[in-house]
């Protein structure tokens, strides 16, 4: 019984392949012409040419009155004197001891599954 399937199967195949053959041709040959690809660049004649820039124009517009802004260091501004890292540690220890133990976070550690 499985001898009498090949024989018509090996035929399909050679069909089939010659047919893929046959229009992997047909659509290689209709793209490329005989005498091999030709390019043509695209024609601008004024692509490249030198030609004059554009007129100045002024920003600011029919103003004669120019301000000039820029960046002032931050010490010109006076401002609170900074605490160092190690002095407001201190100061957030000393006001954190004075809490009554109620007030303060509790951590509660819950295994996970019950």
Not at 23 to 48: D, E, K, V
Request: aromatic share 8%.
């Amino acid at each position: 019984m499985k001898e009498r399937h090949v024989m018509p199967f090996i035929i399909l195949l050679v069909v089939l392949l010659f047919l893929g053959c046959t229009f992997a041709h047909a659509q290689y040959s209709s793209i490329s012409p005989l005498n091999g690809p030709s390019y043509q660049p695209p024609s601008n004649p004024r692509h490249a040419d030198q030609h004059d820039l554009a007129p100045m124009q002024n920003l600011l517009g029919n103003n004669s009155i120019s301000e000039g802004h820029g960046e002032r260091p931050l010490w010109e501004f006076g401002g609170t004197p900074e605490v160092s890292l190690g002095d407001f540690a201190k100061k957030y220890r000393a006001e954190h001891a004075k809490l009554a133990p109620e007030d303060r976070a509790q951590i509660r550690w819950n295994k996970q599954g019950q």
